[in-house]
T-cell receptor
Framework: GAVVSQHPSWVICKSGTSVKIECRSL??????MFWYRQFPKQSLMLMAT?????????EQGVEKDKFLINHASLTLSTLTVTSAHPEDSSFYIC?????????????FGPGTRLTVL | GQSLEQPSEVTAVEGAIVQINCTYQ??????LSWYQQHDGGAPTFLSY????GLEETGRFSSFLSRSDSYGYLLLQELQMKDSASYFC??????????FGKGTTLSVSS
């Protein structure tokens, strides 16, 4: 089946630093990847839609200058949390939509847990 | 906009049957998906309905009524390992899944 990986699986950083999270589709090509954020005991909230070769589309309330998204190839999207602060601590999950997928099926990565001290 | 409503918590005992309901509002509809998420893990796909009716996958079944903007997930022969959060999610053409707030299922022995 379709596999999506994320790296790192967890990261702890100091306030003010930047953190890059990678999302890869391992056995399929994805023109579109999505980034979600999930706080404890809450739902997955869509942050942005990442399209290969073009600028990401951000959801209302998500700062594009703080959460930089790059989708340089059909198998890789990166999310960089710039100048991270404790309130950015969360579980970040990506999903990928297959180039030739059925019914808009999306495949989720295992998530990255970010803790900002 | 889009919105989904589902109960926040459900409790049941092993071997029982549980139904988690989901009502939704959306302007464009392709289908309704169900995902399971254990603590600390990523969501895993359970079931999908694009047309009215029941879809059965082992112990899990999902139902959709587009005219009522309503669906449910049915879990049979509950096991302790089924304790998790369950999310209904709207599928829309070319866009991300929109998730409900999730239902926490607690299965006791």
């Amino acid at each position: 089946g379709a596999v999506v990986s994320q790296h790192p699986s967890w990261v702890i950083c100091k306030s003010g630093t930047s953190v890059k999270i990678e999302c890869r589709s391992l056995d399929f090509q994805a023109t579109t990847m999505f980034w979600y954020r999930q706080f404890p005991k809450q739902s997955l909230m869509l942050m942005a839609t990442s399209n290969e070769g073009s600028k990401a589309t951000y959801e209302q309330g998500v700062e594009k200058d703080k959460f930089l998204i790059n989708h340089a190839s059909l198998t890789l999207s990166t999310l960089t949390v710039t100048s991270a602060h404790p309130e950015d601590s969360s579980f970040y999950i990506c999903s990928a939509k297959a180039l030739a997928g059925a019914y808009n099926e999306q495949f989720f990565g295992p998530g990255t847990r970010l803790t900002v001290l | 906009g889009q919105s989904l409503e589902q109960p926040s918590e459900v409790t049941a005992v092993e071997g029982a049957i549980v139904q988690i309901n989901c009502t939704y509002q959306t302007s464009g509809f392709y289908g309704l998906s169900w995902y399971q998420q254990h603590d600390g893990g990523a969501p895993t796909f359970l079931s999908y309905n694009a047309l009215d009716g029941l879809e059965e996958t082992g112990r899990f079944s999902s139902f959709l009524s587009r005219s009522d903007s309503y669906g449910y997930l049915l879990l049979q022969e509950l096991q302790m390992k089924d304790s998790a959060s369950y999310f209904c999610a709207l599928n829309q053409a070319g866009t991300a899944l929109i998730f409900g707030k999730g239902t926490t299922l607690s299965v006791s022995s």
